[in-house]
């Protein structure tokens, strides 16, 4: 419950203003694909601001993610490393603990008191 109200409380503001900016910015632009001849270029598309500027910020998180995933690269295989070890103890611990029990008398001598 807590969770949804932030949500709202976050994410409702934001999503006012996301809307308000498509609403002004939606004026066509010409993106040109071709620095070499601008006047008749390989690659052009007409789409509005607003699209231009979204589709912007999405390729920019996902080359983020896409960063920060391979620059992590190291600690996921360091986990894998360790969570393979410590498997590998607690197997030789059990096996331990196997060897020990059988070996245990359970009905020991009581103790003989000295006398003194």
């Not at 920060?68 to 996921?76: M, N």
């Amino acid at each position: 419950m807590m969770r949804l109200l932030i949500w709202l409380l976050v994410g409702g503001p934001i999503a006012v203003v996301v809307m308000a900016l498509a609403m002004v910015n939606n004026q066509p632009v010409t993106i040109l694909l071709d620095p070499v001849t601008p006047e008749s270029p390989l690659f052009s598309a007409t789409a509005p601001l607003y699209a231009v500027f979204f589709a912007t910020l999405m390729v920019g998180v996902l080359i983020g993610g896409i960063a920060v995933w391979a620059g992590q690269g190291r600690f996921r295989r360091a986990a894998r490393r360790n969570q393979r070890e410590a498997v590998r103890w607690q197997v030789e611990a059990e096996r331990l603990k196997e060897e020990i029990r059988p070996t245990a008398d359970p009905a020991l001598p009581a103790p003989t008191r000295r006398a003194a």
